[in-house]
T-cell receptor, first 116, second 108 residues
Framework: NAGVMQNPRHLVRRRGQEARLRCSPMKGHSHVYWYRQLPEEGLKFMVYLQKENIIDESGMPKERFSAEFPKEGPSILRIQQVVRGDSAAYFC??????????????FGPGTRLTVL | QQPVQSPQAVILREGEDAVINCSSSKALYSVHWYRQKHGEAPVFLMILLKGGEQKGHEKISASFNEKKQQSSLYLTASQLSYSGTYFCGTFTGNQFYFGTGTSLTVIP
């Protein structure tokens, strides 16, 4: 049973380019969370999605960042016009169902984004 | 809203014990514990759902005091493989908040 998959594992972009990060949840999981981790810091919640729905995006910057989880295919976190401050590790996590307080999240290996 | 952990960092010799504390200024309905090794993804350790609940996983166990809004992670007879950063976390609505983290280093 494959775990959560993320690609690419490493991504280098120049300032102003777009970054697309992909996350395939574990089989049977329909809930996806995205987190950002700056160097030497903890993980910060960005967005929570179910299939075809954004449930909570309050942790995501309102400009340049967007996320989707289509009916078919992986969840995508998109960062437009990247800046150096976007350099970080981006992790996604998936779970089977969302009940208040009881979700167990399983994390993917992360995408390390470097903006030159 | 971010849970606060203490200590921030701890160094142990193999075989020693450690306690990591997690406290929240908001009501805690559940506490999740993760371990993250450098450059890797967080790995789920355990979840505590009820006040007073205690759980164990080999030599790693945890307790949850709902009234005090605190949880503690206990590592006994530490092994080199226990090194990493430990995070507690909790849901507030749809958002999951990780704690401030505790860096644990086990040396021979």
């Amino acid at each position: 049973n494959a775990g959560v998959m993320q690609n690419p594992r490493h991504l280098v972009r120049r300032r102003g380019q777009e970054a697309r990060l992909r996350c395939s949840p574990m089989k049977g999981h329909s809930h996806v969370y995205w987190y950002r981790q700056l160097p030497e810091e903890g993980l910060k919640f960005m967005v929570y999605l179910q299939k075809e729905n954004i449930i909570d995006e309050s942790g995501m910057p309102k400009e340049r960042f967007s996320a989707e989880f289509p009916k078919e295919g992986p969840s995508i976190l998109r960062i437009q016009q990247v800046v150096r401050g976007d350099s970080a590790a981006y992790f996604c996590a998936s779970s089977t169902k969302h009940q208040a307080s009881t979700d167990t999240q399983y994390f993917g290996p992360g995408t390390r984004l470097t903006v030159l | 809203q971010q849970p606060v952990q203490s200590p921030q960092a701890v160094i142990l010799r193999e075989g020693e014990d450690a306690v990591i504390n997690c406290s929240s200024s908001k009501a805690l309905y559940s506490v999740h514990w993760y371990r993250q090794k450098h450059g890797e993804a967080p790995v789920f350790l355990m979840i505590l759902l009820k006040g007073g609940e205690q759980k164990g996983h080999e030599k790693i166990s945890a307790s949850f005091n709902e009234k005090k809004q605190q949880s503690s992670l206990y590592l006994t007879a530490s092994q080199l493989s226990y090194s990493g950063t430990y995070f507690c976390g909790t849901f507030t609505g749809n958002q999951f908040y990780f704690g401030t983290g505790t860096s644990l280093t086990v040396i021979p």
